[in-house]
Each structure stands twice: as C-alpha cells, then as structure tokens.
C-alpha cells in the first residue's frame, strides 16, 4: 500500500482491491449512487462488484480503494475494453471529504489510475456519468476529458442501459 496522507491523526492509505474490502466497497457505492444522487440502481444491477478481480484486474485493469484511518473512503476502477483502451469506473469519494482541500482525495486516486494507464500503454481512457453528477462533470473536464456522443463510443464499451448519462474521452 502506498501511504500518501498523513497528517492531523489522519492517514490515507491508497492500495489495490483485495476480496476482504467486497462488502464495503458495495457499501460506499451504494451510498453515493442511491442515498445521494437518487440513482435507481441496486447491487444486482452491477455484477462486477461481486466479481472485482475477474472483472477489472484479471482483463489488465485495476480496482484501488483508499482508507482514512481503516475506513473506506474512496474508490476507483481501470477496465481495458479493448487493446490500447480503458475505462475510468466506480470513481466514489465519501461525501464528507469531497472538495477537501488538503487531501483532494479524487484527485489523487485519478493520477493512480492515469499513471497506471500510462505505464499499461493505454492510449484512451473513456468513461460515462449521469447527468445529476455535475461536480464530477467539472473534475472530469479540469482533468483533460473532453465530451463525445455516443455515436463516438467504441463498440466494445459497455454504456450503462437506462440512464441518461454524458461521455467522456480523454488521450493519455
């Protein structure tokens, strides 16, 4: 694990999905998706969750979770969907620590996953958001993402069925 916060009894601690961390992580997305943004989705709806290491890192991705003082905090995926491309998923940060900054914990899971992506020599990274997401449509753009229609989606990337959502596609 790489330890990259430490501070005021605060230690952040960033590091790869491991089995054990499955309930939680369903736990913080859920949260986000329904409890917040009033996403009608449920965990059935996202089978990967239950299928973390075959579905992200097995396929040459990567799945990292980020700890404050043991509890999850903070979470995000790589899924390769195809030779040279990538998908940013399941980007969540706990709501009492979004916009913080000295942490900028979002900020700091997306440069593992572009370093990662750049050391894998992927050359695009997409992803998709709902439209209710607007602060996560603002750091997306900051980062480099520029919106595409679908029309301009690889045939090989999985939209989500039944949401209205905005696509963006980064070169890395």
Known sequence: PAIVFD????????QEFEPQYTAAVIDLILA????EFG???CRDDQPDLLH??????????QFWLAFINE????????KVFAHAQA??????????????????LAQQLYEILVAFAKDANYQ???L???????????FYEKNGFEITANANVPENYKLPVGFEMKIYKKNI
């Open 7 to 14: 501070r005021c009894f605060m230690k952040l601690i960033i």
């Open 32 to 35: 986000i998706q329904v409890d």
């Open 39 to 41: 996403v009608a989705i």
């Open 52 to 61: 973390i290491p075959d579905y992200y890192q097995a396929s040459g991705g």
């Open 71 to 78: 509890e999850l905090v903070g979470c995000v995926s790589l």
């Open 87 to 104: 998908a940013l998923r399941k980007m969540f940060v706990a709501k009492s620590l979004r916009g913080n900054p000295d942490i900028k």
């Open 124 to 126: 695009e990274i997409w």
């Open 128 to 138: 998709d958001t709902p439209l209710v997401a607007h602060a996560a449509h603002k």
